[in-house]
């Protein structure tokens, strides 16, 4: 199977830090938000990765690149460590690049990558969306979506004041963790919402997807959203993920997922608790 990532996206939510740079190069912890989404791709087994791009996003494309001058330096100050790390990143997977030429919507984004898909089902991981779990999220939903034979999507429960940030699903408890989708709303209000099942950024598809896109209409914003077309499928599962999403689009988010994600890593975790700690008895 090959994944999709999505990364052309303004990110007006997190400007100024996005004015010159791409929101899915922002380093969470120790690196970029991108490189977690890929690694996710990579460890799910998917070795062919279409990453959606637009302007001001060349570094993204640097990254995931050899940096022959970085490698001959650190070879030769015998940081071999670092080295190993740098050559690592670009030698992860095949990554490929498509410009979405004006940023019309995720479902506009997904449409231009539909010659690289070639026909078969596909993956998509928004990449500026951190997914940790033991299983990697990606690997979950293809095996759910094995058992489905259709569409599957990640959901996560979120809580009520959180429901009108995303897409949320209304839908019949199918298994433990399945969901068989009726509809989906974006952005509803709580009073409006159909449950609290959102959805999360991770998406196993059809390549029919492809022609329903083309028959959706702008919406809000004149975006063409990917959930409009999905409504319009045979069929559609979400799927409880066992993990969490670390939704990094505005700037709180993006504090929380560092802090939360640091806290994970054995080599600060004593250090950074003892800080906030710290913090908090001082009331800063
Ligand atoms: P978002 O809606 O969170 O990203 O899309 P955005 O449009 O950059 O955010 P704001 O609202 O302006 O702050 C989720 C993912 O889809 C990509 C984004 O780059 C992000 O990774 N995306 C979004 C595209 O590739 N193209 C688009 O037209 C919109």
């Not at 990110?11 to 922002?26: D, V, Y």
Request: net charge negative; proline share 4%.
């Amino acid at each position: 199977m090959k994944a999709v990532i999505p990364a052309a996206g303004l990110g007006t939510r997190f400007l100024p830090a996005t004015k010159a740079q791409p929101k899915e190069m922002l380093p969470v912890f120790n690196k970029p938000t991108i490189q977690y989404v890929v690694e996710e791709a990579v460890s799910s087994g998917i070795d062919d990765i279409l990453i959606i791009t637009g302007k001001g996003k060349r570094s993204i494309e640097d990254h995931f690149d050899r940096s022959f001058e970085l490698e001959y330096s650190l070879r030769n100050s015998g940081k071999t460590e670092n080295l190993r790390e740098i050559e690592a990143i670009s030698d992860m997977a095949d990554i490929y690049y498509v410009r979405q030429k004006k940023q019309k919507g995720l479902g506009d984004a997904i449409s231009t990558a539909k010659n690289h898909i070639d026909g078969e089902p596909f993956a998509v991981l928004l990449g500026d969306t951190i997914a940790q779990s033991k299983v990697p999220c990606t690997k979950q939903l293809m095996d759910a979506f094995y058992k489905c034979e259709a569409s599957t999507i990640a959901i996560e429960r979120v809580p009520d004041e959180k429901i009108e940030r995303y897409g949320i699903i209304k839908g019949t408890q199918f298994s433990d963790s399945v969901y068989k989708i009726e509809d989906m709303v974006e952005k509803p209000s709580f009073q409006e919402a159909p449950s609290n099942l959102a959805i999360t950024g991770r998406y196993i598809l059809v390549p029919e997807i492809f022609d329903h896109i083309k028959d959706v209409k702008p919406g809000v914003g004149g975006e063409i959203q990917l959930t409009d077309a999905m409504r319009s499928l045979d069929a559609v599962y979400g799927y409880v993920f066992d993990g969490k999403i670390y939704d990094i689009g505005n700037t709180f988010e993006w504090l929380k997922s560092s802090i939360e994600i640091a806290l994970m890593d054995d080599n600060v975790r004593d250090e950074l608790k003892q800080y906030l700690r710290e913090c908090l008895s001082k009331g800063n």
